[in-house]
């Protein structure tokens, strides 16, 4: 790959990214994700930890992921269209705006650009050509002045889906083993299987932040391996009382 092309594809995947954080994918599926390694591997933890066989664990666990998935969905479901709605009313307004007083529309968006760093003949002619063509007069006032892309609101469906299908996906990795064996072995695979999918998830979103992924690994382990030691201590106190 040439120069140039690195450069296109580098703003390419910029703007992919900041399309998929939008319209909250990004968002639904971390949060998916972490969330069915985290509760999934408390809830087998604390379980197996009270004195729990392999069938009761499996159980447990199952009803956690189901529950957890659903959970997820739905609460991203109408986290993101809350989020559409209020932003369809605020460009609602805006539309009602330009047909009363769209000279007012214009001074602010002059003034937005001076702020920017145009010059005030710069920023004056730009205004005059984007309030020619009224839909991309709407689109940029409601970019640069408002901050919202109305082409970009967010997916209530795509949210949703992301975060069932990812909380899955993680709520298996602590489930695997108990498929096929139970008692300490079965415990400790468990996180160990979670702490690998913590370290992947803190990468992914190192990375997709520009952060350290070192730190970010370490990070999402160290709470992986908190959430497990907590549950287990209180499952295994839990168990304790009730023998």
Not at 62 to 68: C, K, R, S, V
Not at 226 to 237: F, I, K, Q, R
């Amino acid at each position: 790959m040439n120069q140039e092309n690195k450069r296109q594809a580098d703003s390419e995947t910029l703007a992919t990214r900041a399309t998929q954080v939008q319209q909250g994918a990004a968002r639904a599926a971390v949060l998916g994700a972490n969330d069915g390694l985290v509760s999934t591997v408390s809830i087998i933890v604390a379980v197996a930890a009270a004195g729990s066989d392999q069938s009761a664990v499996l159980l447990a666990g199952f009803a956690g992921l189901i529950a957890g998935a659903v959970s997820m969905a739905a609460g991203e479901w109408i986290s993101v269209q809350s989020q559409v709605d209020l932003f369809n009313g605020i460009l609602d307004d805006l539309k009602d705006m330009l047909r009363r007083d769209k000279d007012l529309l214009k001074d602010n968006l002059t003034e937005h650009l001076v702020g920017d760093g145009y010059d005030k003949v710069t920023a004056a002619t730009a205004t005059a050509e984007l309030s020619a063509k009224h839909k991309h007069f709407y689109v940029t006032y409601a970019e640069q002045v408002i901050g919202i892309d109305p082409d970009e609101l967010g997916s209530p469906w795509l949210a949703a889906v992301s975060s069932f299908g990812l909380f899955v996906l993680g709520a298996l990795a602590p489930l695997l083993p108990w498929f096929f064996i139970g008692g300490a072995t079965a415990i400790i695979l468990s996180i160990l299987f979670t702490s690998i999918g913590g370290l992947i998830v803190g990468a992914y979103v190192a990375r997709s932040s520009g952060k350290s992924i070192v730190l970010g690994s370490l990070r999402q382990l160290a709470i992986v391996l908190l959430a497990s030691a907590v549950t287990y201590g209180v499952g295994y106190l839990f168990g304790v009382s009730v023998a």
